[in-house]
C-alpha cells in the first residue's frame, strides 16, 4: 500500500512496509516517537518537486478543491500501477479513481499514519530540511491567502460599496456646487435662475454666455433644445435688473462651472462602472431593484454574503433602523420600508399598497441576494422572473381597487344572464314571460274602490296612531280624581285634629265651613283634571300606560278609605 503526502515542496509517495501494524490504531503514535522507528513502518518510494511557487500554488488550489492536478495525475500513473493509494481527502480519493483508476483508501488509520508522517517528514524525505520547509510553508500559505482574498466575494464588493459611497458624495457636492454658481451668477443675472432649471444646462449657458450682454448675439442651440427658452433668455438679458461684474469676477464664476461640469462628467463614468459591476456581482438583485437601490443595500448590510444571511423582513426596513426602534419604544407602528422604497416597483405603486409591494419584493430580494452570493450561475434569470410576477401582482391589485372605486363590492361587475329562460336551440321561453299590472300604479284623484286595500291599511295607521295619543281612559280620570281627594283628606285630618282642642262652638262652626269647601272644591277638582289630562297627553305611550296602571291601583285604595271615612264621619 503506498501513502500520498503533501508538501509545500511536492508531492511525496510512501510505501508502507507492515500493513499489520495500521490494524492497532491507538497504538502507532508510537512507531514515529524516533525517525529509526518510522523507516521500520514507512519508505519514501518516489518524490515529485514543484518547479516553481506558481505550480506549487495551482497545485495547492486544486487540492483544496479536491482536485488532482496535472502533475500529480502522471506521477500517480507513473508510480501507483497495481497498488493501494492511502489519501488524507475522501474527496480527492474519489476523483482519483474516476479518472485515474486507482483504489484509493482513507479511514481512521489512514489519518493516525499521517500524523506520524507530519512529525516525522525531515527525517524520512533526504535532502528537506526544516530550514527549507519553514520558508516554503509561509510563501505558499501567503499566496493562497492572497488568492483566497482575489477571488472572494466579500472582497469584490468592497468597490461597490466604495463606489456607491462616493456617487452619493459627489451628488452631495456637485448640488453645493451648482447652488453656489447660481447664487454667485444670480447677482449679474437674477432672472436666468427661473428660466433654467436644471443645473448642468445652468452652468453650461453661464460659462457660454459670460456676461449677459452677451446673450443677444450667442446661439444656445447646442445647450437648450427648447427655442422658447432661448428667446426668454435674450429677452430677459435685456431687461434684467441685476448688477454690473467685472470680468475678473466673470472668469472665478467661469471656472467654477468648468468644476460643476467635471463633476458631473465624472459621475456619469461613476455610475456607469457601478452598473457594469453589479451587472456583474448581483445580476439578480440588480434587475428586481435597480442598480443604486442594490448598492446600498450591499453597502449597508457590509458585504453580498453578509446581506445572504439576512431575512426578507430585515431587508424590508433595512435603512430605517431609527424609525424602528423609535417606534418600538413609543409603541407605535413599525416602518413599513427603508431603503428598499426607492425601488421602482414601489414607485409605480400607489400609497395603500405600498406596504404590500414592499413586503412581496423584500421577500424576493431575499431569495436573488442569496442566488447572487452562493449560486453557481451568473445569469439574473431569477431577478426578471421575479419582477414580472411581482408586476403582475402589483397589476391585479389596482385593478382591484379601480372596481371597488367604480362601485361594485369585489372588484368585479357582475353581468345578469337573461338566456336562462330560454330553451337550448328555440327561441320560445320556457315561463310565460310577465305582463304589465296597471292595478299597481297610484293616479291623483283615485277613488276608494280603486285602492280598498292601500285606504284600509291607511284607515288602521290612523286608529294606531290615535290610540298612541288619546288622553287616559275614564278609569285613569277617576284615579285622578282619588289622588286629589285624598289629598285633601290629609288636610282635613290634620284641621279635625286642631278643632278637638278648640271650643265646641268652633267645632259647629267649622263643620258648616267644611260643607261649604265640599261643595267649592268640586269646581276646583274639575279645573285640575283638565290640567293633568294636558300633562299626560304629552308624555310618551309608556309613561301613559305606566301612569294608568299606578292610578288604578290607588283608586281601589282610595275607596276603600274614602268608606271608612264616610263611615266614621257619619
Keep these: ?18 500493513e499489520g501494524k495500521l490494524d492497532k490504531v491507538e497504538d502507532l503514535w508510537k512507531e514515529f516517537t524516533t525517525s529509526d522507528s518510522a523507516r521500520r513502518v514507512v519508505e519514501l518510494k518516489a518524490f515529485n518537486k514543484f518547479e516553481n511557487t506558481s505550480d ?29 493509494l492511502a489519501v488524507a481527502d475522501s474527496k480527492l480519493g474519489n476523483a482519483i479513481k474516476e479518472k485515474l483508476k486507482i483504489d484509493c483508501l482513507h479511514n481512521t488509520a489512514v489519518m493516525e499514519l499521517m500524523r506520524g508522517l507530519r ?9 528537506l530540511g526544516a530550514q527549507e520547509l519553514g520558508p516554503m510553508s509561509l510563501g505558499l500559505s501567503h499566496s493562497l491567502s492572497r488568492y483566497k482574498l482575489k477571488f472572494s466575494p466579500e472582497k469584490v464588493d468592497t468597490m461597490i460599496i466604495q463606489a456607491i459611497g462616493l456617487l452619493d458624495d459627489l451628488d452631495k457636492e456637485l448640488n453645493t456646487y451648482a447652488m453656489r454658481v447660481r447664487e454667485w451668477y444670480g447677482w449679474h443675472f ?10 448642468i444646462q445652468y452652468a453650461k449657458v453661464v460659462k457660454m454666455m459670460g456676461n449677459r450682454t452677451n446673450a443677444v448675439n450667442l446661439d444656445f442651440s447646442e445647450i437648450l433644445s427648447d427655442e422658447e427658452v432661448e428667446a426668454q433668455i435674450k429677452e430677459a438679458a435685456v431687461i434684467s435688473m441685476g448688477t454690473e461684474v467685472s470680468d475678473l469676477d466673470l472668469l472665478n464664476i467661469r471656472e467654477l462651472c468648468d468644476q460643476v461640469l467635471a463633476l458631473s462628467e465624472y459621475r456619469a463614468q461613476l455610475f456607469d462602472y457601478l452598473k457594469s459591476r453589479m ?32 431575512p426578507g423582513s430585515t431587508i424590508q426596513i433595512l435603512g430605517a433602523e431609527k424609525a424602528l426602534f423609535r417606534a418600538l419604544k413609543t409603541k407605535h407602528s413599525t416602518p413599513k420600508y427603508g431603503l428598499i422604497y426607492h425601488a421602482s416597483l414601489i414607485g409605480k405603486a400607489s400609497q395603500k399598497h405600498k406596504g404590500k409591494i414592499s413586503r412581496s419584493l423584500a421577500a424576493k430580494t431575499a ?8 449560486g453557481d450561475g451568473e445569469d439574473n434569470s431569477i431577478g426578471t422572473e421575479s419582477r414580472l410576477k411581482l408586476e403582475t401582482r402589483l397589476q391585479v391589485l389596482e385593478n382591484k381597487e379601480f372596481g371597488r372605486s367604480a362601485g361594485s363590492t369585489k372588484g368585479k361587475p357582475k353581468i345578469e344572464v337573461y338566456e336562462k329562460d330560454r330553451k337550448k336551440g328555440a327561441g320560445a321561453l320556457i315561463t310565460p314571460a310577465k305582463t304589465y299590472n296597471p292595478a299597481a300604479d297610484v293616479v291623483l284623484g283615485q277613488s276608494a274602490e280603486e285602492t280598498p286595500k292601500k285606504s284600509e291599511l291607511a284607515s288602521k295607521k290612523r286608529k294606531h296612531h290615535e290610540e298612541e295619543t288619546a288622553p287616559p281612559t275614564e278609569p285613569a280620570a277617576e284615579a285622578i280624581q282619588e289622588d286629589g281627594d285624598q289629598e285633601r283628606k290629609k288636610k282635613k285630618k290634620k284641621k279635625s285634629k286642631e278643632t278637638e282642642e278648640t271650643p265646641a262652638a268652633d267645632a259647629d262652626g267649622e263643620k258648616k265651613k267644611k260643607r261649604k269647601s265640599k261643595e267649592g272644591e268640586e269646581p276646583v277638582v274639575a279645573a285640575a283634571e283638565g290640567e293633568k289630562k294636558k300633562k299626560k297627553k304629552k308624555k ?18 282610595d275607596k276603600k278609605k274614602k268608606k271608612k271615612k264616610h263611615a266614621d264621619d257619619e
Excluded at 478543491?65 to 508510480?79: A, E, N, T, W
Excluded at 431569495?367 to 452562493?374: E, N, V, W
Excluded at 301613559?544 to 283608586?555: F, H, Y
Design 56 to 84: 506549487a500554488l495551482s497545485a495547492a488550489t486544486l487540492i483544496i478543491d479536491s482536485k488532482p492536478s496535472k502533475g500529480l495525475r502522471k506521477f500517480l500513473q507513473k508510480h501507483c500501477e497495481g497498488e493501494t
Design 540 to 557: 310618551s305611550d309608556t309613561d301613559g300606560e305606566d301612569v294608568a296602571m299606578q292610578t288604578e291601583e290607588s283608586g281601589k285604595k
Design 367 to 374: 431569495l436573488a441576494i442569496r442566488y447572487d452570493a452562493l
Design 1 to 18: 500500500m503506498l501513502v500520498l503526502f503533501e508538501t509545500p515542496a511536492g508531492f511525496a509517495l510512501f510505501k508502507v512496509l507492515d
Design 279 to 310: 451587472n456583474t456581482i448581483a445580476p439578480n438583485l440588480t434587475a428586481l431593484v435597480g442598480e443604486l437601490v442594490g448598492a446600498r443595500l450591499i453597502a449597508h448590510g457590509g458585504s453580498l454574503l453578509n446581506l445572504a444571511k439576512q
Design 119 to 127: 512529525n516525522q517528514l525531515t527525517e524520512l524525505i533526504t535532502g
Design 190 to 199: 437674477p432672472e436666468l435662475t427661473k428660466i433654467v432649471t436644471d443645473n
